[in-house]
């Protein structure tokens, strides 16, 4: 591997991340155009259903004939909402297109870099790979079967509580942690949380801070329990709050006034299925790529039990409740034994002030 090519692709990978909170359910894309050395173009996927970061990085070159693009993903070949980006690359006469990982789309996977080689263009691919792949590991999941990225959140204290026995929680961790979280609301397209922590602290479940994209707010409500001036119904402007409910529940008396007046979406199962696994592949056709869960201990510990998280971060922080009756961050399986304990893996800590991050990702 060239120097200047894992240069210019960190480059691109930089510039990519810009997109994170507005271009999904599409991947996040860099690319940076080079010509002896010197940078013409640099662009990314800004908004979805706009143009993308090839055409971006071109549209700011000029005189792109002979140059070196730096794309972090193939190059789409298709025709979607914009036109074909290898026909782009191919008008303008680059010389060579270096490229992160391949698309798995089937729309794409490999038919972007075949057209570019048949057109002439010398094509790598590779370059910074495991960067790439890490970049798009939403993307990459939900295209191939559209089950979404389950990503988990939890604020605790150093005794494993997430609330006192009167299910209070303002605030266990600290400003910058709660800022961490902002962060991932804006990241991840939708975000989840079970009846009993609606019911409890009536929350917004938007995002605050600026220039951002409030969430899909996510929500079992089997029998319709929550009121409805909570902030969830009340507040739902932007008609992005989707409640799971009983198939029973349909056109009833308060189910009319949800999806008429308040322009709730439903997802309805029967009694049978109200399991977290189908409740999330319902989510995904709607065509929400990632869920942040901000369930209660019942949601956290059913994720756990079957498998269904990709990856999370538990903030905490160093108070003790030290109250056998406050509410834990587990409550649902237990295991008798140490060598029986779930094992987190690929563990990473981040500093938030006194506030500790335990990252981790299967």
Known sequence: MDFNDSYYMNLALTEARKGEGKVNPNPLVGAVVVKNNKILGIGYHEVYGSHHAEVN????????????????????????KTPPCV???????IKKCVIGTLDPNPLV??????KLQEAGIEVIV??????????????????KNKNPYIFLKCGITLDGKIATRDFSSKWIT??????????????????FVGTNTVLKDNPSLTCTLENKRDPFRITI?????????YKIIANNFDEKTIFIIENSKINSEKYNLLKNKYKIKFISLDEKDFSLEKIFKKVGEFG??????????????????NNLYDSG????????????????????????????????NNVKFNLYGDNIGLEFSK
């Open 57 to 80: 990085a071109l549209n700011m070159s000029k005189n792109s004939e002979g140059a070196t693009i730096y794309v972090t993903l193939e190059p789409c070949s298709h025709q979607g």
């Open 174 to 191: 600290n400003s910058l942690a709660r800022e961490k979280v902002q962060y991932y609301r804006n990241k991840f397209m939708g975000i």
């Open 87 to 93: 026909d782009r690359i191919i008008q303008e006469k």
């Open 313 to 344: 971060e538990f903030f905490i922080a160093p108070k003790i409740l030290g109250d056998e009756k406050s509410i834990p961050f587990i409550n649902g399986f237990s295991k008798s034994k140490i060598d029986e304990a779930f094992k987190l």
């Open 109 to 114: 996977s490999g038919n972007g870099v075949k």
């Open 221 to 229: 409500d089997k029998n319709l329990e929550i009121p409805i001036d």
């Open 288 to 305: 929400i790529d990632s869920i942040l869960v901000e369930g209660g201990s019942s949601i956290i510990s059913q994720i756990f039990e």
């Open 126 to 143: 590779g370059i910074l790979e495991e960067e790439a792949l890490k970049l798009n590991e939403v993307f990459f999941k939900y295209i």
